[in-house]
């Protein structure tokens, strides 16, 4: 079975400073999907980024950015110049190639992240 | 506007009381799941659905039961046979396909049991 780990439960960032979020995952899978989802006060979550592991080049939206090392199964997320709209849970999600077709998801348990003045 | 409505945001439970949560969205995706929110624990998926009248078990599926009559509702019963039920209920749908597809999540609903 999939697993995704988060080994930071909480980090903290000035705000309009840069900070960035590790996730590792274990897999046997070659093909797969990867998410990172982030869950404000409101409970709400929202898709933040995503990634495709046979795309080599690193997916970016906006101020947000992933590193994503394939052979070290790692998928760290970066946010730069952050802002206090940022605070929230984050989460890291992977998605095999082999789940038919529903986009069955594991969840990582999250970083709380807070934004400092 | 669409989107995926879960009510009630709050339910409160007596222990041994089977309770039913509501999942409605009206984005005409085929493909909706329930997850389980603990603290320091992530989402842990219950059941999802790929198509009507269709179900699977998700990692923790006991003590919770599914249906899938129509597209646009997927409701849970939680049952008395769940040890643990207080914990915040996340519903979801995608898109299906062999394509990745996001999934949108409602507002999610607070179960609490004593």
């Known amino acids: 079975a999939q697993t995704v780990t988060q080994s930071q439960p909480e980090m903290s960032v000035q705000e309009a400073e840069t900070v960035t979020l590790s996730c590792t995952y274990d897999?046997?899978?070659?093909?797969?999907?990867l998410f990172w989802y982030k869950q404000p006060p409101s409970r709400q979550m929202i898709l933040v980024i995503r990634q495709e592991a046979y795309k080599q080049q690193n997916a970016t939206e906006n101020r947000f950015s992933v590193n994503f090392q394939k052979a070290a199964k790692s998928f760290s997320l970066k946010i730069s110049d952050s802002q206090l709209g940022d605070a929230a849970m984050y989460f890291c999600?992977?998605?095999?190639?082999?789940?038919?077709?529903?986009?069955?998801?594991?969840f990582g348990t999250g970083t709380r992240l807070q934004v400092t003045l | 506007d669409g989107g995926i409505t879960q009510s009630p945001k709050y339910l409160f439970r007596k222990e041994g009381q089977n309770v039913t949560l509501s999942c409605e969205q009206n984005?005409?995706?085929?493909?909706m799941y329930w997850y389980r929110q603990d603290p320091g624990q992530g989402l842990r998926l219950i059941y999802y659905s790929q198509i009507v009248n269709d179900f699977q078990k998700g990692d923790i599926a006991e003590g919770y039961s599914v249906s899938r009559e129509k597209k646009e509702s997927f409701p849970l019963t939680v049952t008395s046979a769940q040890k643990n039920p207080t914990a915040f209920y996340l519903c979801a749908s995608s898109t299906a396909g062999h394509l990745v597809y996001e999934q949108y999540f409602g507002p999610g609903t607070r179960l609490t049991v004593t």
């Open positions: 897999t046997s899978e070659s093909d797969y999907y």
């Open positions: 999600a992977y998605r095999g190639d082999n789940t038919g077709t529903a986009s069955k998801l594991t």
């Open positions: 984005l005409n995706h085929d493909a």
